[in-house]
């Protein structure tokens, strides 16, 4: 003989306060879930939007492969597309890191900005202008991350208010989008002007569209030939490969994390089962004394586990979505938006329902094996 669906449901209300308690353990349980699984695939696709096939880097040969320390000759764009066939375009930029201060305000920002030409917008094919217009002279657009990477308020930055870089006082003009790259988290600017006001002579590096593999190669070649230069071609899937790279010990550190929250949650989960149900020996044992099967006792208490930690893991995910709503993460000259999409909502929905489900194993064996007559004497 097995209790109906409604038993178990109506026992949910005979404790309200252990109901309560449960479902808010579910509900934190999937809501550090989401975060940390938000955190790891945002890491994990940071880097996935900027590997295109058709481009390709030019750096020095002798800054192992950093656009920051790369140093490469003004106008080398200009001479690789006269020198290669096959360049479709060709963009010289500067990469740098910098502080970013506002009119009268004397608190300093770190920042990272790309100084680039008209070349630029055709080799990155990711970015999305999103309002505004593209910076002259005097100006800059910023990108999407820009505010959580400096600290910076959206308000600071928006359209026409004013930022100062290297001692000049530049207009925001534009704000871009680039999802899936680390270009949301940069400040835009036209090389020239940034050239002489960071005092350069040299560019960073040149970005380059090639038309195919054939042009790969040529390019290639002319990089060996020209020793003069001391220039490294690198295409843009094994450049964005090697950061992805560098930055799997922290993803795998919040792998880990989500681990241990797990881990943690499920003996925690088990000692409160085995605790409710020790409360409940004795109506447990009348009940199979009525006659009522192991199976379908059983049974009960996983449907009660289950109805409390998926209400609870709905409440924690709303919660967690609520918080993570466009908020980002700086790391180092870059930023990352923490992506609360399905696969981490799925992953913290079915951790906090697994966790549930092997928590109240050990109460429920401990239910069918022991004997009814000693259960029902047990204090």
Request: charged share 20%; with cysteine; net charge negative.
């Amino acid at each position: 003989m097995g209790l109906p669906l409604d038993h178990s449901i109506r026992n949910l209300g005979r404790r309200p306060t252990r109901t309560l308690l449960a479902g808010l353990s579910s509900a934190m349980v999937a809501a550090l879930l989401v975060a940390t699984v938000a955190f790891a695939r945002g890491l994990e696709g940071t880097f996935s939007g900027a590997a295109d096939p058709r481009t390709a880097l030019l750096l020095s040969s002798v800054a192992d492969r950093d656009v920051v320390r790369s140093t490469a000759q003004a106008g080398l764009g200009s001479l690789v597309q006269a020198s290669v066939p096959g360049i479709l375009a060709a963009s010289d930029e500067i990469h740098m890191g910098t502080t970013v201060l506002l009119p009268g305000d004397d608190t300093k920002y770190s920042g990272f900005v790309r100084g680039v030409t008209d070349e630029a917008y055709e080799v990155h094919q990711a970015l999305t202008l999103t309002a505004g217009r593209l910076p002259g002279p005097g100006e800059v657009m910023v990108g999407r991350l820009v505010a959580g990477q400096t600290g910076l308020s959206p308000d600071q930055l928006g359209l026409g208010q004013a930022i100062i870089l290297e001692g000049a006082e530049l207009t925001i003009v534009g704000h871009f989008a680039a999802p899936g790259t680390t270009l949301e988290a940069e400040i835009w600017t036209p090389l020239e002007p940034l050239r002489g006001l960071s005092q350069r002579e040299d560019s960073s590096c040149v970005f380059v569209l090639l038309d195919g593999d054939r042009t790969a190669k040529l390019l290639k070649l002319f990089c060996d030939r020209r020793l003069d230069l001391e220039l490294e071609m690198v295409s843009s899937e094994e450049y964005y490969a090697e950061l992805a790279d560098y930055m799997r010990p922290i993803r795998s550190m919040a792998w880990a994390l989500s681990l241990l929250i797990g881990l943690a949650a499920l003996l925690g989960g088990a000692n409160t089962a085995i605790a409710s149900v020790q409360d409940r020996i004795r109506e447990l044992a009348a009940l199979r004394a009525l006659g009522f099967s192991s199976w379908s006792i059983v049974r009960s208490l996983l449907v009660e586990a289950i109805i409390i930690a998926a209400a609870g893991a709905l409440f924690g995910l709303a919660l967690g979505r609520l918080v993570l709503s466009g908020a980002s993460v700086s790391l180092a000259m870059s930023a990352f938006e923490l992506r609360a999409d399905a696969v981490a909502v799925l992953v913290a929905f079915g951790s906090a329902l697994l966790i549930a489900l092997l928590g109240v194993i050990p109460a429920a064996l401990r239910v069918v094996r022991l004997p009814i007559a000693i259960a029902l004497v047990e204090d």
